[in-house]
């Protein structure tokens, strides 16, 4: 075959010619680099119960590559050097994962936290106050954080007056000064009548007063090695948007907002001093009451006792005076500490607290305690403040309501007042079960307060609150009941068109009722606020139906219902004795919970689950309520993607689930705009409005989400009508940033693709839907994008479009 080919001609070649001087070369004409694309990185941020870093990253081995033992960055090992290697990370970012998990539930200590539940919950009413009108409320808005503080503050007096009536009245007072209690307890014998030094009640007052004053510590201490853990922690200079800094932009944009040092510093002052000043009251009211009516009475102790009550009211002054003197500052990040209040607050009144105990302790023959102390009409000044103080905010809720309505906002606006109800019904459970148990306890069979007792037991008040918790659990049991019956018929009617929404299956009635369940018990989460304003408003009204029948008779319900027919005797007997049980019961139960927490990771993995959504806040109400770990994860994550973004250019994608959601929206409003750009923002089963823009509108509202959508083009959402917890964050917005509902399960039968019968995923594993790949890429598709579209230091235009659709802000200086 080669054979036949014709032979190739050759071209003569010519001769060159030899010059004398070599010529120039030619001039290489200029290569242009070749087009790189920017590193990408995609850092995924977990949601409640946290995860370890192999679940996030899909591999076991990682590394660390910023942050210590309680929350940092892990990255697979292979991608340790990714930024030396851009090379290897074409078309796919770098995956990285914030773990944060460990901020909520650490050492065994965190289970001293469920102490603190109250606290928290009255924390969360500062927040879930209604959406403030620009700059035309900033009065009524103070006037709300007040009253917030000030319920807060009467929370702390409750818990420490609960101690008080164990230690004083019921120990040292009651079973110390009976002889046949103190007889059958020997460690109690030495504070008997005859039994020595001791056995004088006002030195018995004096030994009970350790036991309050040293919980009022505790809580000091927590709060103070908390605080220098959280709050103590300053924000990065210069992170937030010059538009928020100014205090125009949305709250949780200003430069102040996480970082509650000052504040908390001062709360923390005002509310040890009020324990310290709650405990020497306890003991300095028996005491001037016996000097000023015993017969042969001395003057001296009786001026003093004067004296030492002058200055108590005056200190309780000074404690209220510091509590609404001041709120938060957020336009910026204050580093001020008022040192009077700190120190000399406190100091003061331990000081006064010594000088009550000493006089307390000064011999006073003849003294002998019969009854009970006055504790009745101190829990019962508590408790109508507290219904006095939630009535006052629900009607300044309203009116900031009314003035910015607000259609998706809890309750028309009273989330808040409604929140502030349940946790003053909280302190008031555990601080009567409290007293409740003891009180049993020590009377052996009989019941306290009734007539026969050996002794008279803990205040009345307390043995209402006891009677009204088994109604209070029948209306729980009823409302349960009804929202079953609901479920149930949603279940049935959504049944019917399930199969529709898989073309070409077949209908199967066991599987349609299984995937119809799950969307109608997702969909109670709706109905949520309206059983939280049930149980609010009859704690209410059952709260002032005990405080009526304690004052009126002064019984008891047993011994009040004498006489009034056999039938409502028989209920009032069996309210008060079940009641009695059922916060024993629970008391119990409460400490073996926390017992287990302190020795069982496990156990303690799951109180930090409940206090994911509860501790996001800051403290902005209550001193001693857990900490805010958003204070140390959002400027975690801030720093991270502004650092990243600086020294490499390249884009970043944060993809936040469930509660990761949140901390990744609150990061990107502290971005400053230049790192905004390069950002996008990927969120899945996000309860960004669902959840906390229903409960805290003024701060994850329909206003302020689209205040974020505008100045954050690249965002999307996903979620499933399965999900309990997440759902459409804009849903005014169309398709522009949600997707969704995602089919779940993703099959309906079997088939080639899926041989299995598909799970039912909820609220878990949105990764592994192939929606999440897919706008994952497009975000960062349209980043880049952006980034050829916008000159250099100028923003894109569609930010500023989007932006001037945005509802206006609160005003600065009024976060209340």
Same mark, same amino acid.
């Given at each position: 075959?080669?054979? @036949? ?5 050759? @071209? ?80 796919? +970012? ?16 965190? !289970? ?9 919950? !009255? ?25 917030? #503080? ?28 009976? $002889? ?51 709050? @103590? *922690? ?31 510093? %001062? ?57 609404? %003197?001041?709120? #938060? ?8 500490? =008022? ?33 009970? &102390? ?23 809720? #309203? ?11 809890? &309750?028309?606006?009273? $989330?808040? /007042? ?17 007293? *409740? ?5 020590? =009377? ?13 037991? /803990? ?19 009823? &409302? ?12 049935? #009617? ?15 009635? /066991? ?17 949520? +606020? ?12 059952? $709260? ?31 309210? *008060? ?92 409003? *502290? ?26 509108? !003024? ?42 509902? &995602? ?7 079997? @088939? !080639? ?59 600065? $200086?009024?976060?209340?």
């Amino acid at each position: 075959m080669l054979e @036949s080919l014709p032979p190739r001609k050759s @071209s003569p070649r010519p001769e060159a010619a030899v010059p004398d001087t070599p010529l120039p070369k030619p001039p290489v004409p200029k290569q242009p680099p070749a087009p790189t694309t920017p590193l990408a990185l995609e850092l995924l941020v977990h949601g409640v119960a946290g995860a370890a870093p192999g679940e996030l990253l899909g591999d076991p081995r990682t590394v660390r590559v910023s942050g210590d033992s309680t929350a940092a960055v892990f990255r697979r090992t292979e991608d340790a050097d990714a930024e030396a290697h851009p090379e290897r990370y074409a078309g796919r +970012p770098v995956p990285e994962a914030y773990c944060w998990s460990r901020l909520t539930s650490g050492n065994g200590a965190r !289970a001293l936290w469920l102490l603190l539940l109250p606290f928290m919950v !009255a924390n969360l009413a500062h927040w879930a106050r209604p959406a403030s009108p620009a700059r035309t409320a900033p009065r009524a808005v103070r006037a709300y954080g007040v009253l917030v #503080r000030i319920l807060a503050l009467s929370l702390t007096v409750l818990l420490i007056a609960a101690a008080c009536e164990v230690a004083l009245d019921l120990f040292a007072w009651q079973c110390a000064g009976s $002889g046949a209690c103190a007889a059958s307890r020997s460690w109690l014998r030495f504070l008997a009548p005859g039994g020595g030094w001791w056995a004088e009640p006002g030195r018995r007052l004096a030994l009970g007063a350790l036991v309050p004053a040293a919980l009022t510590g505790l809580l000091w201490y927590l709060s103070n090695r908390t605080w220098s853990a959280y709050e @103590s *922690q300053p924000p990065p200079a210069g992170a937030a948007d010059p538009d928020a800094a100014s205090g125009t932009g949305p709250a949780l944009g200003r430069p102040g907002f996480w970082y509650g040092r000052r504040l908390v510093a %001062r709360l923390r002052a005002a509310h040890t001093a009020a324990g310290l000043l709650t405990v020497a009251v306890a003991v300095s009211v028996p005491t001037a009451r016996h000097d000023r009516m015993a017969a042969a009475g001395v003057p001296v102790l009786e001026a003093l006792g004067w004296a030492t009550q002058a200055l108590l009211a005056a200190g309780a002054l000074a404690v209220a005076w510091v509590v609404c %003197r001041r709120g #938060r500052a957020e336009v910026r990040a204050d580093h001020h500490l =008022d040192r009077a209040a700190v120190t000399l607050l406190p100091g003061a009144c331990l000081a006064l607290l010594l000088g009550v105990l000493v006089h307390a302790c000064w011999a006073r023959p003849g003294w002998t305690a019969t009854g009970r &102390l006055p504790g009745d009409f101190a829990f019962g000044v508590l408790m109508l403040g507290q219904g006095g103080c939630v009535l006052a905010l629900a009607a300044v809720a #309203r009116y900031l309501h009314r003035r910015a309505p607000d259609r998706p906002a809890a &309750l028309g606006g009273l $989330g808040g /007042p409604a929140v502030a109800m349940l946790g003053c019904a909280l302190g008031g459970v555990m601080s009567g079960g409290v007293a *409740q148990r003891v009180a049993d306890w020590l =009377d052996g069979g009989a019941t306290p307060g009734a007539v026969g007792a050996p002794l008279p037991g /803990p205040p009345v008040l307390l043995s209402w609150q006891a009677a009204v918790l088994p109604p209070l659990l029948l209306v729980l049991a009823l &409302l349960a009941a009804w929202f079953a019956v609901r479920g149930a018929r949603a279940r049935r #009617r959504i049944a019917a068109g399930v199969a529709a929404e898989y073309p070409g299956e077949t209908p199967n009635g /066991p599987r349609s009722r299984r995937i119809a369940g799950a969307r109608a018990a997702a969909a109670l989460t709706d109905s949520a +606020p309206w059983f939280v304003a049930a149980v609010s408003g009859i704690t209410l009204l059952l $709260g002032a139906g005990a405080l009526a029948g304690a004052w009126t008779g002064g019984l008891v319900p047993g011994e009040a219902a004498r006489g009034s027919g056999p039938l409502l005797e028989a209920a009032a007997r069996t309210a *008060q004795d079940a009641g009695s049980w059922l916060i024993g019961l629970g008391f119990v139960l409460f400490v073996t919970w926390g017992r287990r927490a302190y020795r069982d990771p496990a156990a303690r993995r799951t109180i930090g689950i409940l206090w994911d959504v509860g501790t996001f806040w800051p403290r902005a109400a209550h001193p001693f309520a857990p900490p805010c770990y958003a204070e140390r994860a959002v400027p975690d994550l801030t720093w991270r993607m502004t650092g990243w973004t600086g020294r490499t250019g390249g884009r970043l994608v944060i993809s936040g689930h469930s509660q990761g959601s949140v901390l990744a929206a609150a990061a990107v409003w *502290q971005l400053p705009p230049a790192v905004r750009r390069r950002v996008a923002l990927l969120t899945y089963g996000s309860p960004l409005a669902r959840l906390y823009g229903r409960w805290f509108p !003024a701060y994850f509202g329909p206003g302020p989400l689209t205040a974020l959508h505008g100045e954050l083009d690249c965002w999307r959402n996903l979620w499933r009508a399965t999900d309990p917890i997440g759902g459409p964050v804009l849903p005014g917005a169309g398709q522009d940033v949600d997707r969704g509902p &995602l089919a779940d399960p993703i099959a309906y039968g079997r @088939s !080639a693709e899926h041989p299995l019968p598909a799970p039912i995923l909820g609220h878990s594993d949105y990764q592994a839907d192939p929606a999440f790949t897919a706008e994952r890429d497009a975000l960062l598709a349209r980043l880049e994008t952006a980034e050829g579209a916008a000159l250099p230091g100028q923003r894109p235009a569609f930010s500023k479009e989007r932006a001037a659709r945005a509802a206006p802000a609160d005003p600065p $200086g009024t976060a209340g």
